[in-house]
């Protein structure tokens, strides 16, 4: 792990991609909180300790440790494409109006309290345009409300040393009382990967698909494609970067199947998911069941993007001399 430069806290952990990312820019990271007892689970054998906080509602920021840097993967799901879909097909509220949105407004009272120089959330690219910019607009207003400069930009992982396709949101701001008129810079493009150089050489034969399954796969899309409509599975690219590994990839693996010659093709083992979302293999892959993994993976904040976005961060707060606060 690089020198400690900052300190940071990891809400919203999930299995700790912003934490393994921010450790590589050179950061500690002193307080943590995650719900969901999988994923807490896989965290405490990940960094040797489960998040302190079980609930970021029934957490006291009197008592998250003074720390540089605030980070948070809130949760994605009420602004996504398809949890809005979802959401509206049952009637149901999305966005800042539903339970799990509005845990925004949990995040920024922790913000509002513990005051940290800086901070770093990262959300689904939709979160943007959700409501017709409505969402990002309160988002935008409340942390500049609570004194923070903010700067947003999408950043794709294919960008930063991944074979995946994978857009998502990133929201930085600085303490304008300390720092004034901060003039802050996302990360540049490092480039780019290739899947065929993340997989492995043997797989458990059961990631193949079976004939019904394929079979029903291919006649979903046909039928999708008729209707003129873009969905279905997706055969990657072994030279190329895959679409973006989701929550939901433990159902069939249809928006990344790895092809096979003269075969079927194959969902991704857990290792080869861990991989492309840049976890590396020193960590390990089978604490909870696959259908776990695949669902934390596919909810995780991308650790080579965590860092990148990290060293800006770092870079910036030490040259404005706020890292000896």
Not at 267 to 280: T, V
Request: with cysteine; glycine share 10%.
């Amino acid at each position: 792990m690089a020198r400690t430069m900052f300190t940071f806290t990891d809400l919203f952990a999930g299995v700790g991609g912003f934490r393994v990312g921010l450790e590589r820019a050179g950061g500690r990271c002193v307080y943590s909180v995650e719900r969901d007892r999988f994923c807490r689970s896989v965290y405490g054998e990940w960094f040797g300790r489960e998040p302190e906080g079980a609930d970021i509602a029934d957490v006291d920021p009197a008592g998250i440790p003074a720390h540089h840097v605030m980070a948070a993967g809130f949760p994605c799901q009420p602004f996504s494409r398809s949890g809005v879909s979802m959401r509206n097909s049952l009637g149901r509220p999305s966005g800042l109006d539903c339970d799990d949105g509005n845990l925004f407004f949990r995040l920024a009272s922790a913000l509002e309290a513990c005051r940290p120089p800086a901070f770093v959330f990262e959300n689904v690219k939709n979160l943007m345009s959700h409501d017709g910019g409505n969402t990002w607009d309160v988002i935008r207003r409340t942390l500049g409300g609570l004194g923070y400069a903010v700067h947003a930009k999408v950043l794709d992982a294919a960008d930063f040393g991944l074979p995946q396709r994978r857009e998502r949101a990133f929201i930085v701001g600085f303490d304008a009382r300390r720092i004034p008129r901060p003039r802050f810079l996302f990360p540049r493009p490092t480039g780019g990967a290739r899947l065929r150089d993340i997989l492995e050489p043997d797989t458990d034969p059961s990631l193949v698909l079976s004939d019904r399954l394929w079979r029903w796969l291919r006649d979903h899309s046909a039928k999708h494609k008729a209707a003129g409509h873009n969905f279905g599975y997706s055969l990657a690219d072994p030279d190329g970067a895959t679409r973006t590994l989701s929550a939901r990839y433990f159902k069939d693996g249809s928006e990344i199947l790895v092809p096979r010659p003269g075969g079927n093709p194959r969902r991704l083992s857990r290792r080869e998911a861990a991989r492309l979302m840049g976890f590396p293999d020193s960590l390990p892959i089978d604490i909870v069941s696959r259908t776990q993994t695949y669902r934390q993976l596919g909810n995780a904040v991308a650790p080579p993007v965590a860092e990148a976005v990290g060293r800006q961060i770092m870079y910036f707060l030490n040259a404005a001399g706020a890292l000896r606060a």
